[in-house]
């Protein structure tokens, strides 16, 4: 990351696929809608890939300069409540909306910050 540049929110979360709608689930995700694309890089969903395990489980990535502000603008777009509405029966144990019900996971590493601390505290090494 450049000087001066915003840091970015990194954001990792986990949802359980139905059994049953997995391969549905994966088949939908690779055809997504282009004014679905477009609005996720343009309300700041940055670097988002998702990953799915053969039971289910998927656990989803992203990079924002807000998270918020990120899931407000998707909010208001008639697109994303579409693609929400269809999305959501793919779900198991969900409450709302997946893009605001999914189990946000806590990072507890990230190689590149811890680098950049230990420069900072020994700077001549």
Not at 106 to 122: C, G, K, P, R, Y
Request: net charge negative.
């Amino acid at each position: 990351m450049t000087a001066g540049a915003p840091r970015l929110q990194r954001v990792c979360f986990q949802l359980q696929v139905k059994a049953g709608l997995i391969d549905e689930y994966a088949r939908r995700h690779a055809e997504v809608w282009p004014e679905m694309l477009r609005a996720l890089k343009d309300t700041g969903w940055h670097n988002y890939s998702l990953f799915l395990r053969a039971d289910g489980l998927l656990i989803g990535y992203f990079e924002t300069e807000d998270l918020e502000a990120a899931r407000a603008g998707m909010a208001a777009l008639e697109v994303n409540s579409r693609w929400q509405a269809e999305m959501a029966p793919f779900f198991e144990e969900l409450s709302g909306a997946p893009d605001e019900g999914f189990l946000q996971l806590t990072e507890v590493f990230h190689l590149e910050d811890q680098l950049a601390s230990a420069a900072e505290a020994s700077p001549g090494t």
